[in-house]
């Protein structure tokens, strides 16, 4: 018994009302069958109000929304993507297609950062390594914060974009 | 004064309608084996398969060596052709469009909400985690590369993922010039709203104008739908899969059985989840449809056999769930359980579905005998089923943390079940389901 009573709260309204409805269909088909129609009206009523309910909220972030008419896909995608758009693709990307530039290292970013790097550098593979790393043998070129001092010293530098640096190192 | 993002696409964006429309139209000659649908509801449907069937003709194009823009020309003139050479079959099908006040009100308020979601859609570029991850980043790539270069898709994530997404921004991006991913974006949605507009007029041709006015909004209103349609998942797959297999369910409904499972095989050319939805509804068509046999055959092998083939040639990791050899000793029964209550809870989640679950599962229970009998309804419910039940399998064995995986994956894949399941609820609830199917219909006379 103790079982059929956890059946309550687990199933809850939404799938006992389903069960009632069924059972109720099967056997007051004739006589009650007005009855059974309406069992279905609260849910219509539901039904009705989550719709009202969701269109409001679409309705409230009108304002936010409409202003952003004005603006052009650059400024809507900086807004989201920062300045990796601009780094990477316009400054960056045209470097490494001017050079030919197979493989690139990024030191110490985030993820986001390295799948944009990965998205906007693209045919070049993009690799991130923790700052005290190496670099490996096939990657002469990296991607440092101008702030890596010891890095921009001991490189060749190629490009500087918002605080980036594109350098050219040593070989092993 | 002009809208600037309108000003940026050009031409670019109603040429790509174009493109789809034209090719549409000559796939649905093919398939279409009756049709009461009006001429609007004929271009609609049109335009949402030419974007399956040219993006799937660009893959194959690709594989013969073709660059994207002549392969696009070419699939294009091809498309124009056969549309020329079938006007009179196609023209013949279409029916003048015929609306009482009250089913324009209803066009009406939805296009409104399809401008404001619109807006919404175009107000940002793709920023969900999947987007920046692969989905955008494989449209960059195929552009760039302008082929179907595997080897560098394999610098992203999820290589095995079929290239519908992908194709479609990757031919914006090629018609624009550069990577707009809002751009892209608007085409998603674009799709995505024509997918919805098809149910509306399917309904309003089915139903009394106030049930098929519930019965739209009703989908409208799934929060987690209009999430995929316009907000942060715009720009993922995963919403096409729901919106084929919804339309896919809509035409067998209705009797066009090869036009609709022509859309469940085009499921797994969207995503890889949709190759068992597509396999399970092809084996049981197969089963219960011998006159089918042979078209499912031949449509299988143009469909669903290129990409899968191609990436097993390539070599590509394609366990992406999980290995066999990485599954590990565990309570196999709580696990599955526990995968069951994740469903049951997803489908009663009111804030992102509304009662769309509800009124399924209310449909299939009052009708239970008519499930089993219809061939149609017992077809596409054992094939939701079936995707049901694999996901509870992969949720069941998954290597992740079953409890996060759950959380993240539950809903979207939900949303690839609940537009048929809707299809099908709303057929179980209408007038055409008690004169009984077109398949009985046919066979008594």
Known sequence: MHKIAALLPLLGWFYFSIVGLALGSAFFKKKYSFFVKMLWIPFICISCVGIVQINYFEILNLPKILPTLKDASTSKIDHYVGSYRTQYLQDFFSVIQQRNIHYVSLLDVDSRELHYARMYLYPAIVNSIPSQEKLPKEHKFVIVGLEKSEWIVAGRLLKVSQGKALLEMEGE | ?445
């Not at chain 2, 309608?17 to 004929?42: C, N, R």
């Not at chain 2, 006040?101 to 404001?116: A, C, D, N």
């Not at chain 2, 692969?134 to 790539?141: E, L, Q, Y």
């Not at chain 2, 359980?337 to 299939?364: D, M, P, S």
Request: with cysteine; net charge positive.
């Open chain 2, 1 to 445: 004064m002009m809208i600037p993002f309108i000003q940026e696409m050009g031409f670019s964006f109603p040429f790509l309608l174009f493109v789809y429309l034209i090719v549409g139209l000559s796939t649905h000659a093919l398939f279409i084996q009756h049709s009461k649908m009006s001429l609007w509801e004929h271009l609609l449907s049109s335009l949402f398969l030419g974007t399956a069937v040219v993006t799937l003709s660009q893959f194959l194009f690709s594989l013969l060596g073709f660059k994207m823009a002549p392969a696009l020309l070419r699939i294009f003139l091809l498309g124009l052709l056969f549309f020329w050479t079938n006007r009179k079959k196609i023209f013949l099908l279409w029916r003048p469009y015929q609306t009482s006040g009250f089913q324009l009100l209803i066009w009406v308020v939805l296009g409104i909400q399809l401008l404001l979601l619109g807006v919404k859609a175009v107000s940002a570029p793709t920023y969900t985690w999947d987007s920046i991850a692969f989905w955008t980043p494989k449209m960059i790539a195929i552009w760039r590369d302008g082929y179907v270069n595997i080897e560098g898709l394999k610098n992203f994530n999820h290589p095995e993922y079929p290239l519908y997404v992908p194709l479609l921004g990757a031919t914006q991006f090629l018609l624009q010039g550069w990577p707009n991913d809002v751009a892209a974006k608007a085409l998603f949605f674009v799709i995505a709203s024509v997918g919805v507009c098809i149910f509306a007029a399917w309904s309003m041709r089915h139903f009394p104008p106030l049930k098929a006015a519930f019965w739209i909004t009703l989908l409208g209103s799934a929060f987690i739908l209009r999430d995929h349609l316009a907000g942060e998942y715009a720009g993922t797959a995963d919403i096409f899969v729901g919106l084929f297999a919804m339309v896919g369910a809509l035409r067998i409904l209705e009797g066009n059985w090869k036009l609709g499972i022509v859309h469940f095989l085009f499921l797994a050319w969207i995503k890889s989840e949709g190759l068992v939805f597509a396999a399970s509804l092809a084996s049981l068509s197969f089963l219960f449809m011998p006159s089918l046999r042979r078209f499912l055959i031949g449509a299988g092998a143009l469909i669903l056999a290129p990409w899968n083939i191609f990436i097993r040639t390539q070599h590509v990791d394609t366990s992406q769930y999980f290995k066999f050899g990485e599954i590990y000793a565990r309570p196999w029964l709580q696990y599955a359980i526990y995968a069951i209550h994740a469903f049951r809870e997803e489908f009663r989640q009111l804030n992102k579905w509304n009662l769309l679950f509800w009124w399924t599962g209310a449909a299939v229970f009052t009708h239970l005998r008519k499930c089993f009998r219809v061939v149609e309804v017992r077809v596409l419910l054992f094939s939701v089923l079936t995707q049901l039940i694999m996901y509870i399998v992969i949720f069941t064995v998954t290597p992740e943390e079953q409890a996060s995986f759950i959380a993240a994956a539950v809903s979207r894949l939900s949303l690839h079940l609940a537009p048929a399941m809707l299809a099908v609820a709303t057929w179980l609830f209408s007038k055409n389901m008690q004169e009984g199917s077109y398949e009985i219909k046919i066979k008594a006379s």
